[in-house]
Every structure is written in C-alpha cells, then in structure tokens.
T-cell receptor, first 114, second 113 residues
C-alpha cells in the first residue's frame, strides 16, 4: 500500500540553526500539505500545494519558514532560524485532487529545538 | 470561520466495551466532509471513517460508526467491541471545498485490558 514518506523522523537542533524536512507524497497525488502539530493539539495547516504551486500559505510564518515543491512531486519545508517555539511534530499529507478528498498522512518529523 | 470542538480530552474504556467520542463543529458551509482520524502513540495518523454532509445515512466501517446530526452540527464516533489496538489519540476533522482541514484538539482514548 502506497504511503507518504517523511524524513528525518526526529530532529534535534539548537535555536538559530537551520532545519529542513522532506516529504514524498503518494505517487500521483497532486495536492500536498504541511501541518504543524504542537503536543496536545490538533494539526494546523502551514502550507498547501497544488502540483508545484502554493495555493494557501496564509498560516506559514514567512519570516522564517519556507516551502517548495519544485517539480510537483516531493517537497521540502525549511525553518531558518529555528526558535524554541518551533518544537513540534511536522506532518506531511497528500490527496489526489484539490477538492473534497481524504488526506493521507506521513509519519511526521518530530522537531526539538534546544 | 470554521471550528471543531472535542470536549473530551481523555477517555477510557474496558476491552470489548463500547465507547463514544464527541465532536461538534461550526460552519456556514453546506457542502463539506467530516472525518475521524486515529493517531496511535508514535505512529502516523490514519483515517478511521468519513462522512459526506449531503448523505443522511451514517457512515460505518466495521467496528466504527458515526452519529451525524447535521442540524445540531454534531459528529460523534462510536467504537464497538473496543480492542487494545484502539488506544490512540482521535481527531475529528472538518473539510469544505478548498481542501483545508480543520482539526479538533483530540481525545486520548485508552482501552483497558
């Protein structure tokens, strides 16, 4: 069964350092999402891609976060510089189309900023 | 604005018993989907069940079923014959056209042997 892949699974970094997370969606899925999940809370959308284009990044802290999906397949989320408050789980999800579709989640990257 | 509320932060149930998790939502949209996702400890989030708002019939998936009350904006999940593997965080989620999910804060369910 096809799955969303993410790496690394865990990342520890010091504040002010740069970190990057990678996501490979299910093959053929046009829509890709990055979520941030703070411990004890539900995921919150950071950015949504349709193919290689950003369709919603209204909740992305653009002063330090960036995301790209250059060829419309895999995606990278970057934080520079990392802050203590960025410690969270970063989830990637994909769906076949941009519509009322189920989203399939990857295992996530757990980030700890010291 | 869309909001999803899960008023039960933690619940427990004896193995083989039935448990119901509550979820309410607020929206002015008429066409939307509702979902229950399960997130086991240190494992990825997986879909449990989904409900299309235009369907009056409640969705069922094996031991999982929902009670969808559109007028009341309520979407509860019933787990029958609870199993140890059902221990997880359960998130209620709402989606309307545009594909953005709105998640509740989750209910931590523990199945007691």
């Amino acid at each position: 069964e096809a799955e969303v892949a993410q790496s690394p699974r865990y990342k520890i970094t010091e504040k002010s350092q740069a970190v990057a997370f990678w996501c490979d969606p299910i093959s053929g899925h046009a829509t890709l999402y990055w979520y941030r999940q703070i411990l004890g809370q539900g995921p919150e959308l950071l950015v949504q891609f349709q193919d290689e284009s950003v369709v919603d990044d209204s909740q992305l802290p653009k002063d330090r976060f960036s995301a790209e999906r250059l060829k419309g397949v895999d995606s990278t989320l970057k934080i520079q510089p990392a802050e203590l408050g960025d410690s969270a789980m970063y989830l990637c999800a994909s769906s076949p189309y941009r519509g009322l579709e189920t989203q399939y989640f990857g295992p996530g990257t757990r980030l700890l900023v010291l | 604005a869309q909001t999803v509320t899960q008023s039960q932060p933690e619940m427990s149930v004896q193995e083989a018993e039935t448990v119901t998790l509550s979820c309410t939502y607020d929206t002015s949209e008429s066409n939307y989907y509702l979902f229950w996702y399960k997130q086991p400890p240190s494992r990825q989030m997986i879909l449990v069940i989904r409900q299309e708002a235009y369907k009056q019939q409640n969705a069922t998936e094996n031991r999982f079923s929902v009670n969808f009350q559109k007028a009341a904006k309520s979407f509860s999940l019933k787990i029958s014959d609870s199993q140890l593997g059902d221990t997880a965080m359960y998130f209620c989620a709402f989606m309307f056209t545009g594909n953005q999910f709105y998640f509740g804060t989750g209910t931590s369910l523990t199945v007691i042997p």
